[in-house]
Nanobody
């Protein structure tokens, strides 16, 4: 059974930080890129960041560059999203997803397994 489980969401004031974690079960982590997406209220799901299987290549949406950092620990089958300098526009449900291939990608259709989502709310 394939499972991706996000944790670390919550309520934070503008300017604050949160770290999301996504733990993968089974053999779904090896040799696959991982990504974080988010879906703000009333909007489409959008890419936040992606990371290659080796961790050597990352992709960031322009809106989060310089504030968010994606990383992974392959020994723990876990991917992280460190979010700094949060603002109310970052409020969304955040999803982790497994890439079909090993290379970091921003394309939603290149991800096949998804977590259940973690709510992040940033108050002004």
């Amino acid at each position: 059974q394939v499972q991706l489980v996000e944790s670390g969401g919550g309520l934070v004031q503008a300017g604050g930080s949160l770290r999301l974690s996504c733990a993968a079960s089974g053999r779904i982590f090896s040799n696959h890129a991982m990504g974080w997406f988010r879906q703000p209220p009333g909007k489409e799901r959008e890419i936040v960041a992606g990371i290659s299987w080796t961790g050597g290549s990352q992709y960031y949406a322009d809106s989060v560059k310089g504030r968010f950092t994606i990383s992974r620990d392959n020994a723990k089958n876990t991917v992280y999203l460190q979010m700094n300098s949060l603002n109310p526009e970052d409020t969304a449900v955040y999803y982790c997803a497994r890439g079909i291939g090993a290379r970091a990608t921003a394309r939603r259709y290149e991800y096949d397994y998804w977590g259940q989502g973690a709510q992040v709310t940033v108050s002004s």
